[in-house]
């Protein structure tokens, strides 16, 4: 079975952190380019970062910019590391894999089941 598996979501007071894991089951993560997606409650899923096949070329969106970090390793996890969370970044946290990376759905062949992060005192 083709699968995305995330972990590492929680709940965390806001300024504090997290890092999310996401490791396929089924097939090779290396040969992907891997996104991060969320959805808050009542809102439309949106791209948060994404990472190319090398890990050379990454984008974000300007909300978690100088805050988020995307990376992979050799070994077929992809990371986002969460800093100074904030409240609004309370959601459902999906990882997606496919051929190019984008902050767009579209494209991405395979997607996790997604982990909830919440960021409350």
């Known amino acids: 079975q083709l699968q995305l598996v995330e972990s590492g979501g929680g709940l965390v007071q806001p300024g504090g952190s997290l890092r999310l894991s996401c490791v396929a089951s089924?097939?090779?993560?290396?040969?992907?380019?891997v996104g991060w997606f969320r959805q808050a409650p009542g809102k439309e899923r949106e791209g948060v970062s994404c990472?190319?096949?090398?890990?050379?070329?990454s984008h974000y969106a300007d909300s978690v910019k100088g805050r988020f970090a995307i990376s992979r390793d050799n070994f077929g996890t992809a990371y986002l590391q969460m800093n100074n969370l904030k409240p609004e970044d309370t959601g459902i946290y999906y990882c997606?894999?496919?051929?190019?990376?984008?902050?767009?759905?579209?494209?991405?062949?395979?997607w996790g089941q997604g982990i909830q992060v919440t960021v409350s005192s």
């Open positions: 089924g097939f090779h993560l290396d040969a992907y380019a």
């Open positions: 997606a894999a496919g051929p190019y990376p984008g902050l767009f759905e579209v494209g991405y062949d395979y």
């Open positions: 990472v190319s096949r090398s890990g050379g070329s």
